[in-house]
């Protein structure tokens, strides 16, 4: 399984755009990088997924470099509500896929 | 999307007995459920891999005569934490694999137990 490293903890203000990278130096090449967003008291919900270059949805967008050994999870605008704990997920949804997860970062938005 | 529900949402027991919870995938089937559990300010800690007619594949230092898992339709997991004690108060999460949608992961709810 391919281990993630990303910062503990975050901080901005709303209005601001948020990144938040995530590494993955052993990502296998059928891996796909999911990240999650979880609120206290509650399960994580998919935000974003990317196998490689550029996604973006209607609430973010995910950045991968070619090498893939890196990601980069982009939040535009961030409100209070987007105070959460993200993490990121590197595997292959399916077979023997076992979502693991990491530390996450917490992101904390202020007023 | 595809919706996991968690069955209950909270629960308080006393010490000593045992409690069931349930993870049930709502609009699809899922052959496969996972169980974690999260302590306060951590991360989700991967207990167990329900599969759909087979036994539970547990990791690493989880007792599965403690946690016992049955996953007897393809749309119901259930976690059973048997004898609980102060120490099992946790947050249970379960979460379901569309095998339609290969790369979609699902999570529940979460179950937040307490023991007394």
């Known amino acids: 399984l391919a281990k993630t490293t990303q910062p503990i903890s975050m901080d901005s203000y709303e209005g601001q755009e948020v990144n938040i990278t995530c590494s993955h130096n052993?990502?296998?090449?059928?891996?796909?990088i999911t990240w999650y967003q979880q609120f206290p008291s509650q399960g994580p919900r998919f935000i974003i997924q990317?196998?490689?270059t550029k996604v973006t949805n209607e609430v973010a967008s995910l950045f991968i470099p070619a090498d893939r050994k890196s990601s980069t999870l982009s939040l535009p605008r961030v409100s209070l509500s987007d105070t959460a704990v993200y993490y990121c997920?590197?595997?292959?949804?399916?077979?023997?896929?076992?979502?693991?997860f990491g530390r996450g970062t917490s992101l904390i938005v202020h007023p | 999307g595809a919706v996991v529900s968690q069955h209950p949402s909270w629960v308080i027991c006393k010490s000593g007995t045992s409690v069931k919870i349930e993870c049930r995938s709502l609009d699809f089937q899922a052959t496969t459920m996972f169980w974690y559990r999260q302590f306060p300010k951590q991360s989700l800690m991967l207990m167990a891999t329900?599969?759909?007619?087979?036994?539970?594949?547990?990791e690493q230092g989880v007792e599965k005569d403690k946690f016992l898992i049955n996953h007897a339709s393809l749309t119901l997991s259930t976690l059973t934490v048997t004898s609980a004690h102060p120490e099992d108060s946790s947050f249970y999460i379960c979460?379901?694999?569309?095998?339609?949608?290969?790369?979609?992961?699902?999570f529940g709810p979460g179950t937040r137990l307490t023991v007394l």
């Open positions: 329900s599969n759909e007619g087979s036994k539970a594949t547990y």
């Open positions: 979460s379901a694999r569309d095998e339609l949608a290969v790369n979609e992961q699902f």
């Open positions: 990317g196998y490689k």
């Open positions: 997920l590197v595997g292959v949804s399916g077979g023997s896929y076992i979502p693991t």
């Open positions: 052993n990502i296998a090449t059928n891996d796909y």
